[in-house]
């Protein structure tokens, strides 16, 4: 299983919760795995064309992950975190 950590902006959409176990060998597999029991989170995540959305961060550890396609092994952390911005 892969604990994944939820940034405040998205509990809405896992009942409040920022800390889930999820499934998959890559990052698609566990955000589709989330999304099956928490419908919407993926489509904050990533975008139409399959990418990681702009305003997103995920990482896997300490990396940063680009690409949903990356790998994830089992027992890691895959964090997602809201990015900041303004001016």
């Known amino acids: 299983m892969i604990r994944v950590f939820i940034p405040s902006q998205l509990h809405a959409y896992t009942g409040g919760q920022s800390r889930l176990e999820a499934a998959g060998a890559t ?3 566990v955000l589709d795995d989330l999304d ?3 419908p919407g ?3 904050r995540v990533v ?3 399959a990418r990681i959305r702009r305003h997103m961060r995920v990482y896997i550890g300490k ?3 680009g690409e949903v396609t990356t790998t994830v092994e089992d ?3 895959l ?3 809201g990015a900041l911005s303004g001016g």
Do not use: T, V, W, Y
């Open 41 to 43: 989170l993926k489509f």
């Open 36 to 38: 099956s029991r928490f």
């Open 63 to 65: 990396e940063p992950a």
């Open 47 to 49: 975008d139409e064309q």
């Open 79 to 81: 964090m997602i975190f």
């Open 27 to 29: 990052i698609e597999a």
């Open 75 to 77: 027992g890691a952390e």
